[in-house]
């Protein structure tokens, strides 16, 4: 995966707005205001930050330990640093920024006024 197909991901997924709030040289993606993935494109090679649940953040990084570092800049425990330069098979990629995307995104919450399932009052 390279960095206009990591682009396209990142603006496929609902809601997300494309951000440059640390300048030019950082391009960010959030969902309803929270960061999900960052990249610098004139890096080289290209890189992109991503949240990740922690246990499965340092499995990733033993499994490929010179692809997927903790996050440059970021909580190391909670964030990883890919790089893209084709080493990273394009499934993995895009399964962790849909995981980055799914930790950040908000939670749909069930409307108090609908009764759960199941707890329908009888009728009289």
Known sequence: ?????LIALCLSLPDVEETTPFGPDVIVY???GKIFALTQPDRFPVTVNL????????ILREE???KIVPGYHMNK???NTLTLDGSLP???ITELVQHSFQLVAPKIKRSKSKPAKGNRASPM
Do not use: G, N, S, Y
Request: hydrophobic share 30%; net charge neutral; glycine share 0%.
């Open 51 to 58: 949240k990740c649940d922690p246990a499965r953040a340092e």
């Open 77 to 79: 425990r909670h964030w």
């Open 90 to 92: 394009p499934k993995l």
């Open 1 to 5: 995966m390279d960095l206009p197909d």
């Open 64 to 66: 490929h330990p010179d």
């Open 30 to 32: 959030k969902v309803h």
